[in-house]
């Protein structure tokens, strides 16, 4: 049972360019949520789940694309990376009324 | 204003002694409260649900006050271990929508 997972774990990225951060769960729980956190911000809700093929919106969603095709995996997507997407960022999935369990973090910095 | 407030301290604890600080929240509708504890910015993890009596797990005792929407989390007899930041996250509604505060620092000194 590995739980969370994510990849990278870091990543460097030159303005514009675009990539995915892979979030996994093997505890077939029906949320996921993705999260960055900056110094001094706690973690700010990007996008999140409650089952497959159901995503919304988050707190700060602009920029990033997310989908659930299946109940393991929600991939983030950036669309085209700005310095101010430079953060630490995390996946997260519950049962909906229990705790939350989180992956690693990819450290994500855009020049 | 945050829908989840904390005082980001740092909180400077004598080991052995007793730290205790609040989180307070704007929804009155919450339903869920859990203090998570991190480490040097790695992944937050579950340290204890927070019930309406009140619950403690060893060491650490959490109170939930729903007339003044505020959880309370308490460390006694503080370790070295114990220094990390305390965020105290809420679900508002039965479902997967946490909120979290942005932490509480705990610096426990020898």
């Known amino acids: 049972n590995a739980g969370v997972t994510q990849t990278p774990k870091f990543q460097v990225l030159k303005t514009g360019q675009s990539m995915t951060l892979q979030c996994a769960q093997d505890?077939?729980?029906?949320?996921m949520s993705w999260y960055r956190q900056d110094p001094g911000m706690g973690l700010r809700l990007i996008h999140y789940s409650v089952g497959a093929g159901i995503t919304d919106q988050g707190e700060v969603p602009n920029g990033y694309n997310v989908s659930r095709s299946t109940t393991e995996d929600f991939p983030l997507r950036l669309l085209s990376a700005a310095p101010s997407q430079t953060s630490v960022y995390f996946c997260a999935s519950s049962s909906g009324q229990g705790e939350q369990f989180f992956g690693p973090g990819t450290r994500l910095t855009v020049l | 204003r945050k829908e989840v407030e904390q005082d980001p301290g740092p909180f400077n604890v004598p080991e052995g002694a007793t730290v205790a600080f609040n989180c307070t929240y704007s929804?009155?509708?919450?339903?869920?409260f859990f203090w998570y504890r991190q480490d040097c910015r790695k992944e937050p993890k579950l340290l204890m649900s927070v019930y309406s009596s009140g619950n403690e797990d060893g060491r650490f005792t959490a109170q939930l006050n729903r007339a003044s929407q505020y959880i309370s989390l308490l460390i006694r007899d503080s370790k070295l271990s114990d220094s990390a930041t305390y965020l105290c996250v809420v679900n508002p509604l039965w479902g997967g929508k946490f909120q979290f505060g942005a932490g509480t620092q705990v610096v426990v000194t020898p």
């Open positions: 505890m077939n729980h029906e949320y």
């Open positions: 929804n009155s509708a919450s339903q869920s």
